[in-house]
Nanobody, 127 residues
Framework: QVQLVESGGGLVQAGGSLRLTCAAS????????MGWFRQAPGKEREFVAA????????YYHDSVKGRFTISGDNAKNTVYLQMNSLEPEDTAVYYC????????????????????WGQGTQVTVSS
């Protein structure tokens, strides 16, 4: 069993930055895909970014490309999401997820492709 705990959310002004952290426990996640998703009030949970620990596969939603960076620290079993140039539209609860690497070494971009989820951390961007 894998436990994921997110932290680092908060209130920030537009144009500001936050770094989210996802700490994993239960087992080493070196062979998993790691993803970040977000859910705004009244909306479905949507993909933000995902990576493989090898670094061979990294994907971003078009809306965050160039602003967000996903990375991981194998030794700490921890994944990060650095968010820069934040916009009010980025306001949401952000979730960390772990799942299997898919065919051809791909990482998932849909919620059903992930098995483990954290409890989420709130990010609020004021205009």
């Amino acid at each position: 069993q894998v436990q994921l705990v997110e932290s680092g959310g908060g209130l920030v002004q537009a144009g500001g930055s936050l770094r989210l952290t996802c700490a994993a426990s239960g087992r080493t996640l070196g062979s998993d895909a790691m993803g970040w998703f977000r859910q705004a009030p009244g909306k479905e949970r949507e993909f933000v970014a995902a990576m493989s620990w090898s670094g061979d596969s990294i994907y971003y939603h078009d809306s965050v490309k160039g602003r967000f960076t996903i990375s991981g620290d194998n030794a700490k079993n921890t994944v990060y999401l650095q968010m820069n140039s934040l916009e009010p539209e980025d306001t949401a609860v952000y979730y960390c997820a772990a799942g299997p690497i898919l065919g051809n070494g791909r990482v998932g971009v849909f919620t059903y492709e992930y098995d483990y989820w954290g409890q989420g951390t709130q990010v609020t961007v004021s205009s």
